[in-house]
């Protein structure tokens, strides 16, 4: 019953982050027409990872009592850059001990006594990745740093060590109440359900390879190391290993620079008499579209002195043209955030804009149209550049 439970709510978790990620990568993807350069953009992608290190399970006795040898072994998929999946499986050795010199009977003279036994724990785990959050993607980054949280199983076995300490304490003093903290020993293979969470640093030696280490705590029922405490019994994990990114790590993106402005050019031609020459009336000067991107950071609305450049040749353009009108639309990425903070963005950075446009430039309100997609509309393929205020002027 306690297996079905556990993989149960496994596989829900594993639907709610699939789900989330291919939201995501479904979302729409409305760039303008307009020439470009390429660059490179996150791919999803499978890794494998292997790991080496010491475990520490919590107990009474000294630090170096309790320390043990412990191996992890790793496969994954990183939906985006921010978010993954992982199973992990963690195995080799737990400790448990007790010190009796405090006792006021003959136990006292047991002093202190220690006990290992195996286990192997399988767990799903979802990666945050919060230098790519914070920061945003880099294909280059040296180093990432992040967190995880998972659910899984623990499978217990060999606990004679236990059993042989618990039986000296029975010999050693035989009126020793069975209710002594061993009284939660177990033998045979025992299967717990165990919660993790933690945090790794991976140093990207290449695109494909990093060395990695990672922190975890791993929590379970109190008779995991057969003492009776009344509270959950913990044990933590150091480990340091390789990670290897399997598959394709990036896709083409084609970043806009300047809009394409399509011309339409209209002659007219005004017949007179066959005596009288055939004449063409003088073309009006053309008056081409103005489209001015200008990128904010993440979660920012404050314009740079290189953005403000752009908005000073919007200026420029309404100023000559008397008659011309801006339309000025924000945007918020789609892979930070969520869709309710993402239209505050978008708002705030056209609205900033636009004021702007009123206020310091002297344009009037009524050439100016305010808009804000929000996430629902990404002009750009690659996430950063969504973080944006489009003004076009005609």
Not at 321 to 342: E, F, H, W
Request: proline share 4%; aromatic share 10%; glycine share 8%.
């Amino acid at each position: 019953m306690k297996l079905k439970k556990i993989f149960m709510s496994a596989a829900l978790l594993a639907g709610c982050v699939f789900a989330s990620a291919q939201q995501q990568q479904a979302a729409p993807q409305a760039a303008p027409q307009a020439a470009g350069k390429t660059c490179e953009a996150f791919a999803p992608h499978w890794f494998v990872q292997a790991q080496i290190g010491g475990q520490y399970t919590l107990g009474e006795v000294d630090f170096s009592d309790l320390l043990s040898g412990n191996l992890q072994a790793t496969v994954g998929y990183n939906f985006t850059p921010v978010w993954g999946l992982r199973l992990a499986i963690d195995a080799w050795q737990s400790k448990g001990g007790t010190d009796f010199s405090n006792y006021t009977n003959d136990l006292r003279n047991l002093g202190v006594k220690t006990w290992k036994y195996n286990f192997i724990a399988p767990t799903l785990d979802v990666t945050c990745d919060l230098t790519n959050w914070i920061l945003g993607y880099k294909a280059n980054r040296v180093c990432n740093f992040g967190l995880l949280a998972g659910i899984g199983a623990n499978f217990a076995w060999n606990n004679d060590d236990a059993g042989s300490v618990r039986n000296l304490v029975f010999a050693t003093d035989a009126t020793q109440d069975p209710a002594h903290q061993m009284s939660l020993y177990w033998d045979g293979t025992k299967t717990r359900f165990v919660g993790r969470f933690g945090a790794y640093l991976d140093f990207n030696v290449s695109r494909r390879v990093a060395l990695g280490l990672e922190v975890n705590c791993n929590t379970l029922s109190d008779s995991y190391n057969s003492k009776k405490a009344g509270n959950a019994d913990w044990y933590f994990n150091a480990l340091a290993g390789v990670k290897v990114r399997l598959g394709k790590l990036a896709k083409k993106a084609t970043v806009a620079t300047e809009p394409v402005v399509v011309e339409k050019i209209v002659e007219k031609i005004v017949e007179k008499p066959v005596e009288k020459v055939v004449y063409k009336e003088p073309e009006a000067p053309k008056r081409e579209t103005l489209r001015r991107d200008i990128f904010f950071t993440l979660r920012g609305s404050e314009v740079s002195r290189t953005e403000m450049a752009k908005v000073e040749d919007v200026v420029a353009y309404l100023n000559k043209y008397p008659d011309a009108k801006v339309s000025v639309t924000g945007y918020a990425d789609k892979g930070t955030g969520n869709p309710r903070l993402n239209i505050g963005y978008a708002q705030k950075r056209a609205q900033v804009i636009a004021n702007m446009l009123t206020n310091k430039f002297g344009i009037s309100p009524s050439r100016i149209t305010v808009d804000s997609k929000g996430d629902t509309v990404q002009p750009y393929e690659q996430n950063d550049l969504n973080r944006v205020t489009i003004c076009i002027a005609e």
